[in-house]
DNA sequence: TAACTAACCTGGGGGC
DNA sequence: TGCCCCCAGGTTAGTT
């Protein structure tokens, strides 16, 4: 399952490989992958086929590929792809192997690398690609991260500012940042933490709060920050709220630098390999085994349609807040 | 307006 | 061996 970690992976190894090429051609094998794609924007295949590849940005699971050309009226535009719970983002040698449940091949041509092709592989159908303008946004900063090589204005495509400027695509506009984004604002996400009256792990998956956590990774802080998810995002104190993003933090750094989580084909890198970080889990997936603090077996319980592991020692469920007392009866 | 629920989707695994 | 059912979970439209 792709959460913040996979998606940079792919996000990393994608961008090198892209930037400053050109899309010569595209097929698409399943409809219900371009389901992001607005037909008003035009069709798909013909907005992207002759079209420079700018960059490889990404803001949580989001990845785009700001274009060049012929941007015609509509202004900048994009390529999105979200990879939903089993979409793979595939380089291949032209010709040299099949992939199973292939849904949109991209025909790339690099003036350095030649001529390879970009797979859209997806079990599921839950991820998707689609084309779309780039708006401003609405902090000013760059819309998502783009790596150290474009930050840094070394990218073969750095020649266009367009790739790393202050613009995001629209159906992301509404996705907060995510906490390794430089442009992440603390404050900002302490102050709407504070105001969500529901569960702290609901409000760690609500991307609009915070981008690029998903179930396995929740779990995770939550666990190294003892909290029970059910425990209510406005009773957290600050230091509470600075500990648990810190958690997060850890968590997914630790992940991203041993290739994001796999637990089978699901998740591969840009060349078909597997992460390592499932060897380091805590408490995902780890239900019967004891905690890894104090020994106590894990246990998993369902929740909003999903599952939730925890430590029933280390992670208490909070207690019900204290009624206000009523009010005194007046005096007969 | 905020919080919550259900639907989308399919390969793999378990039970019979 | 084959069939059926359940499970996984990110996003979003719809409901409360």
């Known amino acids: 399952m792709p959460e913040l970690p996979e998606v940079e992976v792919v996000r990393a190894g994608l961008s090198p490989a892209v930037s400053g090429a050109v899309i010569t051609a595209v097929e698409v094998f399943d409809e219900r992958s371009l389901k992001r794609h607005s037909p008003l924007e035009g069709a798909f295949d013909a907005l992207l086929e002759g079209r420079t590849i700018l960059g490889a940005g990404r803001r949580g699971k989001f990845l785009w590929f700001p274009l060049g050309d012929s941007a015609g009226p509509a202004g900048a535009q994009a390529l999105v792809t979200h990879l939903g719970m089993s979409g793979q983002v595939l380089l291949r040698t032209p010709g040299v192997e099949e992939d199973g449940l292939l849904r949109i091949r991209l025909h790339i041509e690099h003036p350095v690398q030649g001529e390879f092709w970009v797979n859209f592989v997806d079990q599921r159908i839950f991820g998707s690609m689609a084309v779309d303008r780039l708006v401003p946004t609405a902090d000013g900063q760059p819309g998502g991260y783009f790596g150290e090589v474009l930050a840094s204005g070394a990218s073969a495509a750095s ?138 077996p894990l246990v998993r319980e369902a929740f909003m349609n999903r599952s939730s592991h925890l430590c029933p020692r280390c992670q208490r469920r909070p207690r019900a807040p204290r009624a206000t007392p009523a009010p005194a009866p007046p005096a007969t």
């Not at 404050?187 to 915070?210: E, P, S």
């Open 159 to 296: 020649d266009d500012s367009a790739a790393s400027a202050a613009l995001v695509p629209s159906q992301v506009a509404h996705i907060a940042r995510d906490p390794l984004d430089p442009a992440f604002d603390e404050a900002l996400f302490f102050a709407a933490l504070g105001r969500k009256r529901t569960g702290i792990k609901r409000a760690l998956l609500d991307q609009t709060l915070i981008s690029g956590i998903g179930n396995i990774y929740a779990d995770e802080a939550l666990w190294a920050a003892r909290l029970h998810y059910e425990h209510p995002a406005d009773r957290l104190t600050r230091p509470r709220m600075r500990e648990l993003l810190a958690e997060v933090r850890l968590v997914l750094g630790k992940a991203l630098a041993e290739g994001g989580t796999s637990f089978d084909a699901q998740y591969v890198n840009v060349n078909g390999a597997s992460g390592c970080f499932s060897h380091s889990l805590n408490a995902y997936g780890q239900q019967g085994k004891p905690c890894p603090r104090c020994g106590t």
